[in-house]
């Protein structure tokens, strides 16, 4: 599939597939004409790649993992070094502590807004 149909299909900008590109992410073929062509399960990878994106990872910890993720049509997976699943373990730990911190600030929040309905 063309770059512009991936776009649609994945609701991500043609812009960002070229960078997932350079930053080996993503791959495609080229046609004889210099387009790139995309086999079906790019769908996928950059549906994952979004998800990773939202969980706060960076491009080149996305790169490490992505190898390491069983695809969703059941292919083999690599195994993960151990300083990968460390990093990976910090980094869930990072959003836990987000988590956490956002948590008070609502009870905060919640706190200030009974007691303005109150006054």
């Known amino acids: 599939m063309r ?7 994945t ?3 043609e812009r960002s597939l ?10 495609s073929e080229r046609t004889p004409g210099g387009h790139r062509d995309y086999p079906d399960a ?13 969980a706060g990872l960076h491009s080149d910890k ?3 993992l992505l190898p390491c993720m069983r695809d969703r049509d059941g292919g083999p997976a690599a195994t ?6 460390a990093d990976l373990t910090a980094e869930r730990d990072r959003i836990d502590r ?9 009870e905060t929040l919640d706190e ?5 309905r109150e006054a």
Do not use: C, F
């Open 80 to 85: 993960a070094t151990p300083k990968l699943v």
């Open 3 to 9: 770059i512009g149909e991936l776009a649609r299909r």
């Open 62 to 64: 996305i790169r490490q």
């Open 98 to 106: 987000m988590i956490a911190d956002l948590r008070r600030s609502r």
């Open 42 to 54: 790019a769908v996928d990878r950059v549906i994952r790649i979004q998800e990773l994106y939202a």
């Open 18 to 27: 070229r960078y997932y590109e350079t930053r080996q992410l993503l791959s």
């Open 11 to 13: 609701g991500v900008s």
């Open 112 to 116: 200030v807004i009974r007691t303005a």
